[in-house]
Structure formats: C-alpha cells, structure tokens
T-cell receptor
C-alpha cells in the first residue's frame, strides 16, 4: 500500500524564520511529487518534481526531491504571516494521474 | 485557470437520505476526480472519471457512486448518507503546464 508521511504535523514560527517541511514516501510506482498550499479553501498548486536532485524555486519557496532516499523537502525562507497554511505533498503514481496525499503540515507564522 | 464549479457549497442532510454533489468544468478536460478531506487523513480519492461514462473506484469508494453523462459534469452520489460521510468534498481536474490537479472550492457536507 502506498504511504506518504509528512513531518512535522504542525509548526509555529516567527515571521522572518526559515522553515523546512518534510515528505517521505513509499509508493509502488512513482511519476511525480507535488506540493500544494491549502489555506481556508481548496489546495493550490506550488511545485511538481519528477527528477531527483533538481530544485524548483518560486520566490521564497523551494523544493527538492531525493528519489534514492525517498523524500522531498519544501523550504520557505523569510516567512510571512501569509505563509500560514496547511502544506500538502502528494504523489502521482502515473495511473490516470491519481494522487496519494500526505496528511499535511500545518504552518503558523506569528508576528 | 479552468472553470470548475462545485455545487452545493454547503449541505446538511439527515442520515439515510440520498445526496448528490455536482462538479462542473468548462474546458473539456478528460479526467475528473472526487476527493474527500478529513482531519488526520489528508485528501483521499473516492472515484475518478477518464471520459463520458468511464469511471473507476478510488481508495475510499464504499458508499459512493458517480456518473458522467457529459464531459463537463461529474456527479457524486451518496445513496444513503451516513455520519461517517460528513466531510469536505473536492472535485479536481488536471490542467496547466504540468497537468497538475486543480481543485474546485469544495463542498462541506454534514450528515446528522
């Protein structure tokens, strides 16, 4: 059975801190890993990673995938209160692009 | 972004009643998905569709059925709602440069 574990479950930091969110996985077939941000409503797409070692960046957010050690990290630098959200990682195992999600990391950024 | 609309956005229903949730998309996407989100479980796939009248089960399909009679609409039906089906339901399509999943705004369903 495919398994996705995110850590920590929740995190409180001060504005300006850097955070690292972890996603480890055991999946039988791997096509890509996706990161989503979820505030009060629907998850919104952040990154898709398909190859090991390639970093994806968007502003203060970056992510990298390690296919040998079976994990991914999402880094957020210079955090802002607007970064407060649940961050979800998910795996596309290639069959009809169905996604298997982790339970998420709840990040709270305080002033 | 593709237009994807879920209805209703909120619903309270009684145990044992049938409920149908609707997902409507405007850009002719082939694949559509229904997920549910519960505390401690993340999002889990209920059913998905890969074309008109072509559907298949996901991880948590028991108690649910789906139909897709036209490309733009994907319906999720709870034949006889139970309290364990209280959840937030998200519809999704694949779009964008990476064909990533794009989610509707969700339907909050409460079964009392």
């Amino acid at each position: 059975e495919d398994k996705v574990v995110q850590s920590p479950l929740s995190l409180v930091v001060h504005e300006g801190d850097t955070v690292t969110l972890n996603c480890s996985y055991e999946v039988t077939n791997f096509r890509s890993l996706l990161w989503y941000k979820q505030e009060k409503k629907a998850p919104t797409f952040l990154f898709m990673l398909t190859s090991s070692g390639i970093e994806k960046k968007s502003g203060r957010l970056s992510s990298i995938l390690d296919k040998k050690e079976l994990f991914s990290i999402l880094n957020i630098t210079a955090t802002q209160t607007g970064d407060s959200a649940v961050y979800l990682c998910a795996f596309d195992t290639g069959t009809a692009s169905k996604l298997t999600f982790g339970t998420g990391t709840r990040l709270q950024v305080t002033l | 972004d593709a237009g994807i609309t879920q209805s209703p956005r909120h619903k309270v229903t009684e145990t044992g009643t049938p409920v149908t949730l609707r997902c409507h998309q405007t850009e002719n996407h082939r694949y559509m998905y229904w997920y549910r989100q519960d505390p401690g479980h993340g999002l889990r796939l209920i059913h998905y569709s890969y074309g008109v009248k072509d559907t298949d089960k996901g991880e948590v399909s028991d108690g649910y059925s789906v139909s897709r009679s036209k490309t733009e609409d994907f319906l999720l039906t709870l034949e006889s709602a139970t309290s364990s089906q209280t959840s937030v339901y998200f519809c999704a399509i694949n779009q964008g440069r990476n064909r990533e999943a794009f989610f509707g705004q969700g339907t909050r369903l409460t079964v009392v």
